[in-house]
């Protein structure tokens, strides 16, 4: 029933109630747009070693600078892994392949197990519609349970993605916790795919994603019949985009949200999960008030960056953090 997608409920979002407002566009960029009615503004940041892609985790406050349109602000919040997340796992049911196979259920099952008891978790399917199939709960017993109960994939079904991102963001205003600490989990084998028509522009649903504060992931099993179903829709996307056509790619979400998709074999899957969750709990979380004052609702620019310091005795490292959010208005 997805009516249950649309349900409303006021959430905590920063330090007081988060309202949703439609975020001005920004032409020309692919900027991540969240919106709050705080000043208080939050950014989730994880960071490894770019050769490696290992954690680096004692960090302090001290050695990160943020900078909001050019102006650097003063951090005044710092935490590690501390804070509780909201988990909304989004299976991928269309297509000519499964990509929820025995072994991707078994990962699933096994990172959950990862969790810490005060995270959330709620699981929803997409291919023609989104369905929410478990609402957010901190009993992992009717999550494992909606994960072995996953119906099977439609093989003339579509990978609707920009429907998937839209119900998951309207969801996701029913978290328990705040903007940065709310995480969509795509798995999928199709990362790239043009809008289903009959839903709303992938523009508007990713709007939505970036107004509910969610960072985007994905899992992606590689086999070869995957490879060869998503392999011929970079192609076809851009191709699309030449014609005006309307697209989305999970991957460009991702990277704007500071998320990340990782690919692996099936049998892998279990570690790559594993790996995920790792990172999901160590991120860092800044927040600082800014020090611009005006409550003009304008879409400002966040750079999250080390210290040059800091660079220097720990060698090449990559931040992956929000790149923007919407400032108060009124």
């Known amino acids: 029933d997805n009516s249950q997608l649309t ?9 007081r109630e988060r309202t949703v407002r439609t975020p001005p566009t920004v032409p020309g960029t692919n900027l991540e747009v ?14 490894l070693q770019k050769k490696t892609a290992r954690i680096v985790g004692d960090l302090t406050r001290d050695d990160f600078t943020i900078s909001e349109d050019g102006k650097l602000q003063n951090v005044t919040h710092f935490s590690q892994g501390s804070l509780p997340l909201s988990v909304l796992l989004l299976i991928d049911r269309g297509g000519c392949l499964d990509p929820f196979l025995p072994q991707v259920r078994r990962a699933a099952n096994d990172a959950l197990d990862r969790l810490k008891p005060t995270d959330e978790v709620a699981v929803m399917t997409y291919h023609n519609n989104a369905e929410l199939l478990q609402t957010f709960t901190r009993d992992r017993w009717p999550v494992k349970f909606a994960l072995d109960h996953i119906p099977p994939h439609e093989e003339m079904a579509n990978h609707c993605i920009n429907k ?17 600490r709310r995480v969509i989990i ?14 709303p522009s992938g523009k508007t649903a990713v709007q939505a994603v970036y107004e509910s504060g969610s960072v985007v992931c994905g899992l992606v099993p590689i086999t070869p019949d995957q490879q060869m179903e998503n392999g011929v829709m970079p192609w076809a996307t851009r191709m ?30 279990d570690q790559t999960f594993a790996t995920l969750m790792e990172h999901l709990r160590s991120r860092f979380s800044l927040a600082f008030v800014s ?39 009124g």
């Open 7 to 15: 349900q409303t409920t006021k959430t905590q979002a920063q330090t």
């Open 34 to 47: 969240i919106k709050t009615d705080v000043d208080l503004v939050t950014v989730d940041a994880l960071v």
């Open 164 to 180: 998937a991102f839209y119900e998951a963001a309207t969801y996701m205003e029913q978290a328990g916790n705040p903007s940065g």
């Open 186 to 199: 795509f798995i999928t084998g199709v990362t790239r795919n043009f809008d289903c028509t009959d839903g």
């Open 240 to 269: 699309g985009g030449l014609m005006h056509a309307s697209t989305l790619n999970i991957k460009q979400v991702a990277a704007d949200t500071g998320g990340e998709v990782l690919e692996d074999k099936p049998e892998l899957l």
């Open 291 to 329: 020090t611009n004052k005006l409550r003009d609702g304008t879409v400002r620019k966040l750079k999250i960056e080390l210290k040059p310091e800091v660079k220097k005795t720990r060698g090449d490292l990559v931040v992956k953090a929000r790149r923007s959010y919407v400032a108060p208005r």
